[in-house]
């Protein structure tokens, strides 16, 4: 066993929570776009993992948290509470083959996104490697297995017909730092840290 390996790592992510009346919304069209799709064809992400990532770090070893936290504790004095609203439904790469349906979450002033770039510096010394993807607001609500053309159809369709539903909106007060765990049944997570937001 090299030493590297031997060094004991947590899987973490940087992140905002929701509200539970916001996340019950989300739930409820969680539910009616399940009812669209055969029973086992998408992994529907629970409700109380319900929350806005700003960034995936990786396996970060466990040494480094404190110094990860007082990074991330830095850009968030710096910045005050975020109004965010969650909105519509929407899929990563796009509704023709859909892999990640999610629910839309933004601020209306750029705010979210400037936080998500001071976060995604202040963490960059303690990730695996650089985000490989640009940044869009967003809960998962369900990643796709496997779905037919006919499946795929009536997912955008309804996507389409609820394109401006609001699902809810409050003031960001802190940012979480997660520990995910991959267990057989799906991801667990475990609050690390609660960082507020300006104080």
């Known amino acids: 066993m090299?030493?590297?390996?031997?060094?004991?790592?947590?899987r973490l992510f940087v992140a905002i929570p929701m509200p539970e009346?916001?996340?019950?919304?989300?739930?409820?069209?969680?539910?009616?776009?399940?009812?669209?799709?055969?029973?086992?064809?998408?992994?529907?992400?629970?409700?109380?993992?319900?929350?806005?990532?700003?960034r995936f770090l990786g396996d970060v070893?466990?040494?480094?948290?404190?110094?990860?936290?007082?990074?991330?504790?830095?850009?968030?004095?710096?910045?005050?509470?975020?109004?965010?609203?969650?909105?519509?439904?929407?899929?990563?790469?796009n509704a023709r083959s859909p892999r990640v349906i999610w629910a839309g979450v933004n601020d209306g002033e750029g705010r979210l996104v400037d936080l998500q770039k001071k976060i995604e510096g202040a963490v960059q010394p303690f990730a695996e490697g650089p985000s490989s993807e640009r940044f869009a607001g967003h809960v998962t609500i369900g990643r796709v297995k496997f779905l037919k053309r006919p499946d795929i159809?009536?997912?955008?369709?309804?996507?389409?017909?609820?394109?401006?539903?609001?699902?809810?909106?409050?003031?960001?007060?802190?940012v979480e730092l997660i520990r995910s765990d991959l267990l057989p049944a799906g991801a667990s997570h475990t609050l690390l840290a609660a960082i507020g937001l300006g104080r």
């Open 61 to 93: 070893p466990v040494e480094r948290v404190s110094a990860l936290q007082e990074a991330v504790n830095a850009v968030c004095l710096g910045s005050s509470a975020l109004p965010l609203r969650a909105q519509g439904v929407g899929f990563f790469p």
């Open 153 to 174: 159809e009536k997912l955008a369709a309804h996507a389409q017909a609820i394109k401006d539903r609001l699902f809810g909106e409050w003031a960001a007060n802190e």
């Open 21 to 54: 009346t916001v996340r019950n919304e989300i739930t409820g069209i969680q539910h009616e776009m399940r009812q669209l799709v055969s029973r086992d064809a998408v992994r529907w992400t629970k409700p109380e993992q319900f929350h806005l990532t700003l």
């Open 2 to 10: 090299t030493a590297e390996s031997s060094i004991e790592k947590f």
